[in-house]
C-alpha cells in the first residue's frame, strides 16, 4: 500500500493551529542551502533544483525490477525550509527582519530506505537531465530536530511573527526553551495556487535540551 505522509504522518506534517510540543527522529532528506530574499525570482531555482532529484528517486524505484529492502510506494513529501538570518545581520540586528538577509537550507524528506549510493545515482541522472546547474549542490543528509514546538499557521508568510509570537508563550507556560531564532517551515500549500490568507504552513523551531 502507498504510503500517504498526509495519512500516515497526520502528528508530524498537520497538526492543529494551536501550539503543541513534539519529539522529531532523525529523517533522510535531500536538502540546498541559499541566502537571499524569497520573494527574487532567483528563489525559485533553488525550489526547482530538488523537485527533478526528488521525482528521480520516485519514479526510479518504480520501475526496478529489485527494489531496496523495505521498500513502499509513497507520496513525495512536502517542501521544508529551514530559515535564519547572515551573521552580519545578527551583528547588527534592530529588530526588523530585512528579507534580503535571509539565509535557508530547503529540503525534501526521503523514506528510509533510500542510501547515500542510489541518492548519488539519481543525483547524477537529474544533473544529466536538467538545466538548472543548482541541481549540482543539491545534498543527501540525514537530520534530527529532537524535542521542538510546533504549530499549524494559516495564511501569509509576512504573519508568521504572530503565530511565532503564541509558540514562544506556549514555550514559556510549559516551562521550556527556544533552542535559538532558525525555525522550519513546512509548505502544506502551493504559493502559486492558494490565495495568501488561506496558506498553510507548519512552524516549527527546537527547543533546548
Do not use: C
Given at each position: 500500500?502507498?504510503?500517504?505522509?498526509?495519512?500516515?504522518?497526520?502528528?508530524?506534517?498537520?497538526?492543529?493551529?494551536?501550539?503543541?510540543?513534539?519529539?522529531?527522529p532523525a529523517f533522510k532528506f535531500i536538502t540546498i542551502e541559499g541566502e537571499g530574499n524569497p520573494n527574487d525570482p532567483a528563489f525559485g531555482d533553488y525550489i526547482g533544483a530538488l523537485y527533478p532529484v526528488a521525482y528521480a528517486i520516485k519514479m526510479t524505484l518504480k520501475k526496478?525490477?529489485?527494489?531496496?529492502?523495505?521498500?513502499?510506494?509513497?507520496t513525495v513529501y512536502p517542501l521544508e525550509g529551514v530559515w535564519d538570518i547572515n551573521d552580519e545581520a545578527k551583528k547588527n540586528f534592530s529588530g526588523t527582519l530585512n528579507k534580503d538577509d535571509l539565509v535557508f537550507k530547503l529540503m525534501i524528506r526521503q523514506p528510509n530506505f533510500i542510501t547515500e549510493s542510489f541518492f548519488q545515482e539519481m543525483h547524477d541522472l537529474a544533473i544529466n537531465k536538467s538545466?538548472?546547474?543548482?541541481?549540482?549542490?543539491v545534498k543527501f543528509e540525514t537530520i534530527t530536530e529532537g524535542q521542538c514546538i510546533q504549530m499549524?499557521?494559516?495564511?501569509?508568510?509576512?504573519?508568521?511573527?504572530?503565530?511565532?509570537a503564541l509558540m514562544e508563550d506556549y514555550?514559556?507556560?510549559?516551562?521550556?526553551?527556544?533552542?535559538?531564532?532558525?525555525?522550519?517551515?513546512?509548505?502544506?500549500?502551493?504559493?502559486?495556487?492558494?490565495?495568501?490568507?488561506?496558506?498553510k504552513t507548519v512552524l516549527r523551531f527546537e527547543l533546548e535540551d
Open positions: 500500500m502507498k504510503h500517504e505522509w498526509r495519512k500516515k504522518e497526520k502528528a508530524i506534517y498537520l497538526p492543529k493551529a494551536q501550539p503543541e510540543i513534539i519529539d522529531i526496478l525490477e529489485f527494489k531496496p529492502e523495505g521498500y513502499n510506494d509513497y538545466d538548472n546547474l543548482l541541481v549540482k549542490q499549524l499557521h494559516i495564511g501569509s508568510y509576512d504573519n508568521e511573527s504572530e503565530t511565532f514555550a514559556a507556560r510549559q516551562g521550556v526553551k527556544r533552542k535559538s531564532k532558525i525555525h522550519r517551515e513546512i509548505y502544506l500549500s502551493d504559493f502559486r495556487k492558494v490565495a495568501q490568507d488561506k496558506l
